[in-house]
């Protein structure tokens, strides 16, 4: 199974800050990665796919970037609507695997 | 766009079987594929089985084989995750999600079903 290591498991951040999270696979995905956004007591919402595309209606300040076997992904100036958790979630083959989560808290 | 609703909270004693149902609409059942994931209180996400375009059949998670089964009713486009053998770390939301036919990349989700396994 591929392993993905997301973090920090956890940061707080001031409005209007740079938020980066990082993801790391186990093995090559070439750019087979999402990223969820996931609202407390709500469904997961696909923010990326394949890496680095923007995911339709979500806002431009989310992006995300790498392949291979490390990801990133970057809020650049955080709102506080942002307030979630974020995972990676790699589709390269099965079985499908998540990061750990990273808890993005507003200061 | 794909919507999909499921069924409501169940409470089960352990060992007993939940069947959760995943209504879809927008789409047709057949031109897509179906996965289950669920997350347990303060928890992660964890993947149970889906739809393998590889293999063309549906494909579970090791540590849920032999207690798991996915169908698929195509009439009503509703499809259905049931788990036996419950146990108290079976608690959890349950949710549906979809990707496109011949992909892997889930994109809609389920609303979720809260499981809770309890004597």
């Known amino acids: 199974d591929i392993q993905m290591t997301q973090s920090p498991s956890s940061l707080s951040a001031s409005i209007g800050d740079r938020v980066t999270i990082t993801c790391q696979a186990s093995q090559d995905i070439n750019d087979d990665l999402n990223w969820f956004q996931q609202i407390p007591g709500k469904a997961p919402k696909v923010l990326i796919y394949?890496?680095?595309i923007l995911q339709t209606g979500v806002p431009s300040r989310f992006s995300g970037s790498g392949s291979g076997t490390d990801f990133s992904l970057t809020i650049s100036s955080l709102q506080p609507e942002d307030l979630a958790t974020y995972y990676c979630?790699?589709?390269?083959?099965?079985?499908?695997?998540f990061g750990g989560g990273t808890i993005v808290d507003i200061k | 766009q794909v919507q999909l609703v499921q069924s409501g909270a169940e409470v089960r004693r352990p060992g007993a079987s939940v069947k959760v149902s995943c209504k879809v609409s927008?789409?047709?059942?057949?031109?897509?594929?179906m996965h289950w994931v669920r997350q347990a209180p303060g928890k992660g996400l964890e993947w149970m089985g889906g739809f393998a375009p590889e293999d063309g059949e549906t494909v579970y998670a090791q540590r849920f084989q032999g207690r798991v089964t996915m169908t698929e009713d195509t009439s009503t486009d509703t499809a259905y995750m049931e788990l036996s053998s419950l146990r108290s770390e079976d608690t959890a939301v349950y949710y549906c999600a979809t990707a496109p036919y011949n992909s892997l990349a889930l994109e809609f989700w389920g609303q979720g079903a809260l499981v809770t396994v309890s004597s």
């Open positions: 979630q790699q589709y390269h083959n099965l079985p499908l695997t």
């Open positions: 927008g789409y047709s059942l057949t031109a897509i594929s």
């Open positions: 394949g890496a680095s």
